[in-house]
């Protein structure tokens, strides 16, 4: 029978699931709107529909490398609880083992590909909203290769919470390639160089810090010169190869690198739920709220 617009408005308001999800299984049982609700039931969308104006902030991140690839993952959760189960673990891992076995190039093509079990990524992600109960997304995601002469570095913190990933050429060392990518966990550079940081970028801060020192009451002729040695640490601040390491601060990342004879060649790095709008709940009147009840 012909779906029309107002059956898919009718589902919509009764599961909460997506336009053409609605349409989908309105089209697949023939119109029947009982059904059509368990079909979405089924596929874990409605449960998850209903879900989706919640915040999920939470999660975890992972590195899988596989010779010569590498796959950096976040997934959110709504509760840091959830995020620490097996059920969760269990499906970061299998993504991850996805995303880098078929490689797709942004986060749309990677929930519409297809898994192993014949799902897509997305009603993956769904049925386990429906068996965990909590809003769960793919937030983020990115595959990065190498060659033969180069090392990936990865690193973890606090189970995940922080996830770091480099690639060093010029040595195929890991634990090296790991020490490099330990110091950015630690002390969050944002770019490799100075010659990375966007000429805007740097003009800014150099207008911010000339006014600065023209507040601080300084003769115009040594303004300058104090905003050049002040914008050197800026640099320090804001890219890897200026930072002091953090295994040795008497050294510059630089030099560290250097030494062992390679150079910096890419760092991703993720921490869980940067970026998101947190709520603020409330506990002690959440608690009283449910004890009125």
């Known amino acids: 029978m012909a779906i029309t617009a107002q059956m898919v408005k009718e589902l919509r308001e009764k599961t909460g699931a997506g336009m053409m999800d609605c349409k989908k299984a309105l089209t697949e049982t023939n119109g029947d709107m009982d059904k059509a609700i368990d079909y979405l039931r089924e596929k874990g969308m ?14 975890s991140a992972l590195i899988k490398t596989d010779g010569n690839n590498a796959v950096i993952i976040e997934v959110n959760s709504e509760t840091d609880f959830v995020a620490k189960n097996d059920s969760f673990k269990q499906l970061l891992d299998q993504l991850a083992s996805h995303l880098l076995e078929k490689k797709p190039s942004n986060l749309d093509e990677a929930l519409a590909s297809t898994m192993d079990s014949g799902s897509t990524v997305q009603d993956y992600i769904n049925e ?23 090392a990936f570095g990865s690193y973890l913190h606090m189970g995940g919470r922080i996830a770091v990933l480099t690639v060093l050429e010029g040595t195929t060392d890991e634990d090296v390639a790991k020490d490099v990518a330990m110091h950015i966990a ?16 740097v003009d800014h801060e150099r207008q911010v810090l000339k006014q600065q020192a023209l507040n601080e009451g300084k003769p115009e002729h040594i303004v300058e010169k104090m905003v050049e040695g002040r914008l050197g640490k800026f640099f320090e601040e804001i890219c890897l190869l200026d930072q002091n390491y953090v295994k040795n601060p008497d050294e510059k990342v630089r030099e560290f690198v250097k030494s062992k004879g390679a150079s910096v060649k890419a760092f991703i790095r993720y921490e869980v739920g940067e970026g998101i709008e947190k709520r603020q709940d409330n506990f002690a009147e959440e608690v009283m709220n449910q004890v009125k009840k």
């Open 46 to 59: 409605a449960k998850a529909a209903k879900k989706a104006d919640r915040i999920a902030a939470e999660g």
């Open 128 to 150: 386990a909203i429906a068996k965990i109960g909590e809003k769960i997304t793919l937030r983020r995601f990115e595959i990065v290769a190498k060659s033969d002469q180069d």
């Open 186 to 201: 630690a002390v969050n550079p944002r770019y490799i160089s100075r010659d990375e940081v966007p000429q805007s970028e």
